[in-house]
């Protein structure tokens, strides 16, 4: 079975500093995704940013981008110049293509606080 | 193009009462997802459906939990007999095939009494 681990329940940072989230997995599969999510206060889930294990490149999305270490099995979330409106829950989530369900695998969460 | 939704956003019922949960999935989506988050905790998946069909229900409880996504109108997620653990924030998902992304809808917390 996998599982997904977050291991730091709280995090603040200074506006305009960069901050990073940690994620560890536990798989035997080969064939899979890996996301983090972003819920604001609203709760909403916003996808955050994407990545493909295939790919040795680290996806990014404007501030936003992930340290992907397959053999650690490591995946960590980077933001940079960090922004009131970061202040939210982030999930990092599990995807197994190998599987026919593609049901996502979540975190505990780390709640961020981004500071004036 | 519409996004996920949910209703009720709020939904409060006494011990022992049904509560029924809807989610129409974007347009053009088949693939339905139904998550449970407890209050300080992750999303935890329980049941997934394509059109008229039950794929995956491994996170379902056993007892008390159903799902149905028809062929006409929206998901339903029901819980007979609802008990105070039952209280949690319930999102959908829905993605247009498998492995692709999954969209979520706002949510429907459930608030049992």
């Known amino acids: 079975a996998q599982t997904v681990t977050q291991s730091q329940p709280e995090m603040s940072v200074q506006e305009a500093e960069t901050v990073t989230l940690s994620c560890t997995y536990d798989?035997?599969?080969?064939?899979?995704?890996l996301f983090w999510y972003k819920q604001p206060p609203s709760r909403q889930m916003i996808l955050v940013i994407r990545q493909e294990a295939y790919k040795q490149q680290n996806a990014t999305e404007n501030r936003f981008s992930v340290n992907f270490q397959k053999a650690a099995k490591s995946f960590s979330l980077k933001i940079s110049d960090s922004q009131l409106g970061d202040t939210a829950m982030y999930f990092c989530a599990f995807m197994n293509l190998s599987s026919n369900t593609g049901k996502l695998i979540f975190g505990q969460g780390t709640t961020l606080q981004v500071k004036p | 193009n519409a996004g996920v939704m949910q209703n009720p956003r709020h939904l409060v019922r006494r011990r022992g009462q049904e509560a029924r949960l809807r989610c129409s999935p974007m347009?053009?989506?088949?693939?339905v997802y139904w998550y449970r988050q407890l209050p300080e905790e992750g999303l935890k998946f329980m049941v997934y459906l394509q059109k008229e069909n039950i794929i995956d229900e491994s996170g379902m409880p056993k007892e008390r939990f159903s799902a149905e996504f028809p062929k006409e109108g929206p998901s339903i997620l029901r819980i007979q007999q609802v008990v105070r653990g039952d209280s949690a924030a319930y999102f959908c998902a829905s993605s247009p095939g498998l492995g692709n992304e999954q969209f979520f809808g706002p949510g429907t917390r459930l608030t049992v009494l």
């Open positions: 347009k053009g989506h088949s693939h």
């Open positions: 798989t035997s599969e080969n064939n899979y995704y």
